[in-house]
């Protein structure tokens, strides 16, 4: 869909795209063709079948085709309470090494900035990075593409790394001088025996698009442990990523968020050797007229290979949830075992759960299952909670600390854990707030 919105955008891009192409870092041709499909497709209405739910043209229309200025300012937030190894600090899409902590970093584990990467003329990175993201018409990956600058890679060697310490990866957007738009690549590789942690915290202020993507490769018997909060405040945040894992790995991802005008999280996990399992987990709260966009893609490619998604979400006023989930066993995935979940709980009358589980199973030896559902709060457990002298507020509040708790309940941390549930609380309506 062109529109006179999408000139905008295209005009921009394409200022980005020929003074980056000037530093002949091998990405011309990347970064290129990212404007080109950009140009060609732009933005995609409800029409499309894979946004219908997706109101992009607030962000179409308003002034995020212009890039965020750069900036050292990190919206502020209570910080989480995390027991880091390294902290790596983003802000409007830049890597910032006056703002990190890598001093702790072992051998084992190598991090730096995209940007660095380009400018040493590394060819084995660029390469990975390319073969990381499919170029195709998805409009957040051929803007990622066509801006292609900075970010932040993480590789993991098999040798020492032991018990896997955690990656602190902060991303700021700070859009206090503008509405603006910041694009970044993330890259991880753990090598065979490897572990890693990262806890991902996504923060911003103004009206500002964060388009965040990662490419992720695990080599045999890998695991990598995700958990990533999008903090109250942000306006547009598009996430994206696409994982491969080899034979034996595992990749636990649980994303949280709450008081986010527009998130969109989108997971592409593919199996191509036996053994590997993926955990996919999400709870959120939303209210106002916030909007939560889960989309996942897990691809059984391979046989003996496990998964799991639970995502759980708590919606009032009217805001809008949204689940898209893809489990594609392939012919040869036998013995595949997919679990899928999605669940909803409305407390007004104009909030809305779309909610759409999708299976595609080539394969004949294989157990998949997957439901949805969407309902109130039990009006029995209301009852006999405010019974025992407990307010309305706080029994809304630990009925729905029942219903996230098997998401959150296999985080290590439990000062974490008490800090994400808390903040997620905070988003409920209280007696004295409208919910409908």
């Not at 018997?221 to 958990?227: P, S």
């Not at 945040?237 to 696409?242: E, S």
């Not at 066993?329 to 759960?353: C, G, K, P, Y």
């Not at 779309?354 to 299952?369: F, G, H, Q, S």
Request: glycine share 10%; aromatic share 6%.
């Amino acid at each position: 869909m062109v529109t006179e919105a999408t000139e905008s955008w295209t005009e921009a891009v394409r200022a980005i795209t020929e003074r980056l192409n000037e530093s002949k870092d091998g990405l011309d041709e990347r970064r290129t063709g990212g404007l080109e499909r950009f140009q060609m497709h732009g933005f995609p209405g409800r029409k499309s079948e894979e946004w219908r739910y997706t109101p992009l043209s607030g962000l179409v229309d308003g002034g995020c085709h212009q890039s965020l200025s750069t900036s050292t300012s990190v919206p502020q937030h209570a910080d989480l309470p995390l027991d880091a190894i390294a902290r790596v600090v983003l802000i409007n899409g830049c890597f910032q090494e006056q703002l990190s902590d890598l001093s702790a970093l072992g051998d084992a584990i190598k991090i730096g900035s995209i940007a660095a990467l380009r400018n040493e003329s590394n060819p084995e990175m660029v390469n990975f990075l390319c073969s990381s993201f499919p170029e195709d018409d998805h409009p957040f990956g051929s803007l990622s593409d066509a801006m292609l600058d900075d970010g932040v890679f993480i590789e993991v060697s098999g040798e020492g790394s032991g018990e896997p310490g955690t990656v602190h990866v902060l991303h700021a957007f700070d859009g206090s001088t503008g509405a603006g738009s910041a694009h970044i690549t993330g890259l991880v590789r753990c090598a065979p025996g490897s572990r890693l942690k990262i806890v991902e915290e996504v923060r911003s202020t103004g009206e500002v698009l964060g388009n965040i993507r990662w490419g992720m490769s695990l080599g045999d018997d890998a695991v990598l442990d995700r958990i990533r909060v999008f903090r109250p405040g942000c306006d547009s945040v598009f996430h994206g990523t696409r994982v491969t894992q080899n034979s034996g790995s595992q990749f636990h991802d649980l994303v949280t968020c709450c008081g986010s005008n527009l998130i969109r999280n989108e997971i592409h996990a593919t199996h191509s050797g036996p053994g590997c399992h993926v955990d996919l987990l999400g709870a959120y709260v939303a209210r106002g007229k916030e909007v939560v966009d889960h989309h996942t893609t897990i691809e059984h490619a391979v046989e003996d290979c496990t998964s799991r998604e639970i995502y759980r979400g708590v919606l009032s006023e009217k805001s809008r949830g949204v689940f898209t989930g893809m489990i594609h066993v392939h012919q040869d995935a036998q013995r595949t075992d997919a679990v899928q979940s999605n669940d909803a709980i409305v407390l007004s009358r104009d909030a809305e759960m779309n909610t759409r589980p999708r299976l595609e199973i080539y394969a004949d030896d294989v157990k998949c299952t997957h439901g949805a559902t969407v309902g109130e709060l039990d009006d029995d457990a209301l009852f006999y909670l405010r019974s025992r002298g407990i307010s309305l507020d706080e029994a809304k509040k630990l009925l729905v600390r029942a219903f996230t708790s098997e998401v959150l309940a296999g985080m290590e941390s439990s000062q974490l854990r008490e800090f994400i549930i808390e903040e997620l609380q905070r988003s409920i309506p209280g007696d004295g707030e409208s919910s409908s």
